[in-house]
């Protein structure tokens, strides 16, 4: 019949992952390829299908003689794009990630596949990039592993480390070296670093030593088409050594060697959209699924990487240590020796001890910047009751009150509430009447203007969220930066003063001594090695573990430590647990359906925040925990039964996270 739509005749069938919300459809759909689309419906394309009534967005999976269906099928509606964007590989790695997080695959396609651009994806592709001369690696010799390492990436064998970098390394220059060594051979790299920022730098490393046409940088401040460009350029084998952000885990490469994730214990590497994916799990997943070497680094050392040393699945590559010795600075914390106590005795209450003050001064004599690091943003984030200690609330909403500070000449302001910005001037403690204010926490504008008039004539910067440093200049000056947001200083910093230790250990949350030791460790790597007169200081008492790791410079020592101690009480990632968050009927609903494995435990559910206007909770969480062995098990269950609850359409959402960085 005229008009009438035939199929294909060599392998009619097309498996598309639909691109559907509900969990109960996490599957591949069978349609027909008509004959007018044989040449363009290629496995990796993009497609538009009817479903359930509507046009929806997919991924051509493969291309198959019969379908196990035995009604009828539907036809493509269209090609979308004949571009493959969906690699072989990258469709296995994002049902194992999804299977592994208990998510959608294609959850994880839309973290892994950018939009479309129709004009970039038109442009003819770039031929292949210029051949990549093998690099010198003599710095590696510093690492008894390291050459091992090099040579396993030469032979193209599969080869996995835990690499701990020296105080003082120019990480960016030795991990260019590892991408180059593997694009020398005719492999690809991808390498995966928390922000924008290390991109630019390992960026700029890689292409001195491979060239501009082998290497590519991918953000999210590029823009969709200088992005889907660079993207298209690592799927069409342009480019050898891909480097960026969190997504790029996921960038296709032709024929991968060596995989890399910089600084794990970021938390920007956690993917804050289903399934929440960790940048380091899935390069676990990729390097085994593509039978490529994998490289764990680091300054500091997660529990979740010592656990890959202590199974055996990844040796340590660590420096030696009288290389740690040779370049890490001196550090000083407070109350390790009498002597200290007896020229400052108020050195435990001060925020910033004479011994700061000295160490200050040496290196602005020394004509060299001072690095400060504090935790908070802002100029008094948070404020008490100078009476009884009560924190400060809003009269209107009972949001937190805080000064901002640069509303008058002295910088002071009115108290304001940090939720709707409503002003108090006339502040009154609800709890004892007293009309006087505290600080509880000092922000980083605020030691800033502290600094500025203690050391007068020398210039103050800040770096934070609103402006991040990406360099400073050589010379005296005080640079005030929260954690993550220190600026490189050519030759180094003279000093670091960590300020406000307590107000990082403090924190209710499982991580709070790792990631406390993390930052100290990023901001101490950038000071002159002690030989050279680089001094830190570390606001925070010298009895304590991540305190002694710093002093001593001995990260895998902590992450050990923390690793057995989780291992004892039963914590991630010594055992795999799932956090599950909603309304309270929600959540109670969700443990019903759930089938957990004979060895999982439920711990809760318990409230989340304040309770609502009838004094019940408004949200509960529930943890689930069971042991590692089990981990595949209870992903399958929390799948199922987010599947359950799909399909019957109930209407109180329901969060599911496994292994997630927050607990509690």
Known sequence: MKGERRPAEALPVARVQVDVQP????????????????????????????????????????????SDFTGKL???DRVVSAEPVLTPEIAALARTVADRYGGTMIDVLRLAIPPRHGRVEAEPAAGPPDPVPVPQTTEWARYPRGAS????????????????????????????????????????????VPDHRDVARLHRACVALAGESAVVALSADLGPARRYRRWLAGLRGSARIVVGTRATAFAPVRRPGVFVVWDDGDDLHADPRAPYPHVR???????????????????????????????GWAPEIVGTREAVRAGAPRVTAIGEHDSQLVRDPAARAARIPSVAFEAARAALAADAPVLVQVPRAGYVPALSCQSCRAPARCRRCAGPLALR???????????????????????????????????????????AEELGRAFSGVPVLTSGASQVLAEVDPGPALVVATPGAEPVAPGGYGAALLLDGWALLGRADLRAAEEALRRWMAAAALVRPGGDGGRVVVLAESALAPVQALVRWDPAWHAAQELAA????????AVRMATVDGAPKAVAGFLEDLALPPSGEILGPVPLGEPGLGGEPERERALLRVPRSDGRALAAALTAAAAVRAARKEPDPVRVQLDPLEII
């Open 405 to 447: 500070g640069g509303e008058r000449d002295d910088g002071a302001s009115a108290p304001a509430c940090r939720w709707c910005g409503a002003p108090d001037a006339t502040f009154r403690c609800t709890a004892c009447g007293s009309r006087l204010l505290r600080a509880v926490v000092v922000g980083a504008r605020r030691t």
């Open 281 to 311: 799990d899935v390069l676990v997943a990729r390097a085994h699924l593509a039978g490529a070497a994998l490289l764990v680094g680091g300054i500091a050392r997660t529990a979740e990487a010592q656990l890959l040393v202590d199974s």
């Open 149 to 192: 390492f090099l040579d396993a990436l030469r032979e193209g064998r599969r080869a996995q480390a835990v690499w701990q970098a020296l105080p003082g390394e120019d990480w960016p220059a030795r991990l260019a070296e590892v991408a180059a060594t593997a694009a020398a051979t005719g492999r690809a790299a991808v390498l995966v």
């Open 23 to 66: 969990a109960h459809l996490d599957r591949p759909f069978d349609y027909l390829v008509p004959a007018e689309l044989d040449a363009t419906a290629v496995p990796g394309c993009r497609v538009r299908v009817r479903f359930a009534g509507q046009r929806v967005d997919g991924f051509l999976l493969e291309r198959v003689a019969e």
């Open 566 to 573: 989780r291992t004892e009480l039963g914590f991630p990632p």
């Open 74 to 76: 539907e036809y493509l």
